[in-house]
């Protein structure tokens, strides 16, 4: 019978409960485990999402955090990737059923066994996972990513979601030289699409309801913007982008934004309101416009992206605070008041 590691976090007892000091257990790293000591872990929009229950299902309690890097403290005795002292990440999964077609494709976050998130989800054996606002986390070799020096780890962290899940739609639908993209909502998500786009040579315009971020769009790259509570100002991009990256985590009137796609043109939704947005049909018929999803990346994707986020020099602006701060940073987030990620001190757990 293997022994467990004593671990301290953060969690959330009850839906939309404060996030409170939580001891719990991990297991004892296995033979291709690696333990990871967290230094720091971003806290997503569906942090909130899922520790207020706002898209149901959710299970208690919760740690949340899915955007996680520290170092190597202890590896299994098959570990080849990583040594104890090394930085690694860790992102929205920590296994997946490694055998179904998606899988085998890398595309493990559609796994059509048994995906296991890394909070909020169980494990095979049914044991619950607790996330990233935490002390240190075990998990196999496979599912943790190798961190390049060169940027600052707090601002590695973010991209272990926010990074991740705008840059795979932005290679998916070819993102780049002669490419005019729109990215709509300049948070988390839309701060790393905005830089990932304008890397990749595209021309990029920045939709926020936010005026007072224009300044900020365009310094990450964004070479027009337009704040949507100005009709006019969405109007004048009509039938413009050939790709949309949608990042709002609230209902909101996506027809208008539809309008903005030039014919063929494509939108991508990755922001997940918990409530349905009502599309008319008319808004994709009449310019053959497509509607689209996309969910974090897989296991190689998330890799490439971390190396081509260290290559191009690319992070998140964050503001790193204490695990006491947790919860005001939820409110904060949830009335657009982040620029651009919250990202926890691990050391004040
Ligand atoms: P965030 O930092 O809160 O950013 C969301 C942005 O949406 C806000 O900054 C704001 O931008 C805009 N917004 C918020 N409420 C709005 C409203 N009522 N009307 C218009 N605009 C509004 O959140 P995030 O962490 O980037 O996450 C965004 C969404 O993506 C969440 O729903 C999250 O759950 C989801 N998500 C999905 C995936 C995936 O794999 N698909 C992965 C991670 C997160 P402006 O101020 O610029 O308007
Ligand atoms: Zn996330
Ligand atoms: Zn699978």
Redesign the pocket.
């Known amino acids: 019978m293997l022994t467990a590691i004593a671990v301290r976090g953060r969690a959330a007892h009850k839906a939309g409960a404060a996030l409170e000091p939580f001891s719990f257990q991990r297991r004892e790293p296995g033979e291709k485990d690696v333990v990871i000591d967290i230094l720091f872990c971003g806290i ?3 942090d909130v ?1 899922q520790a207020r229950d706002e898209w149901g299902g959710a299970s208690f309690p919760m740690v949340p955090g899915h955007e996680i890097v520290g170092k190597v403290s202890r590896v299994g005795s098959r570990v080849t990737r990583f040594k104890p002292g090394e930085a690694a990440g860790v992102g ?1 999964f920590v296994d997946s059923c490694r055998t179904c077609p998606s899988c085998k494709e890398g595309l493990q976050q559609f796994c059509e066994g048994k995906l296991v998130f890394t909070y909020n989800s169980a494990y095979p054996d049914g044991s619950p996972t607790y996330g990233g606002y935490a002390e240190r986390i075990v998990v196999d070799e496979d599912y943790a990513y190798k961190i390049a020096a060169g940027l600052p780890l707090d601002r590695v962290a973010p991209l272990l ?2 990074g991740i ?1 705008t840059y795979s739609p932005l290679r998916r639908w070819k993102a780049g030289k002669g490419t005019k993209v729109g990215v709509l ?6 701060h790393m699409a905005v830089q990932l786009a304008a890397s990749m040579g595209a021309e990029v315009t920045l939709l ?3 005026r007072a ?1 224009e300044a900020d769009a365009k310094r990450l790259g964004a070479a027009e913007f337009a704040c ?1 509570s100005d009709p006019r100002a969405v109007s004048l991009h009509a039938r413009r982008f050939d790709l949309m990256i949608d ?6 009137p996506i027809n208008d934004y539809l309008g903005c796609l030039a014919r063929d043109g494509t939108m991508v ?5 918990a409530e349905p947005l009502e599309v008319g049909a008319h808004a994709l018929v009449l310019k053959r416009r497509q509607l689209a ?4 990346g897989g296991l190689a994707e998330t890799q490439e992206m971390l190396d081509y986020c260290a290559s191009h020099k690319i992070g998140a602006e964050v503001e790193v605070i204490p695990a006491s701060k947790i919860d005001e940073a939820f409110d904060r ?2 009335k ?1 008041d ?1 620029r ?2 919250f990202v926890v001190d691990a050391g004040t757990i």
């Open positions: 997503c929009h569906s999402h929205c979601c926010a899940t909502g300049l948070g988390g998500l839309g926020s309801s936010s971020k949507t990042t709002v985590s609230a209902p909101h939704l990755v922001g997940a309101p999803g996309s969910l974090i987030i949830v657009g982040v651009y990620r």
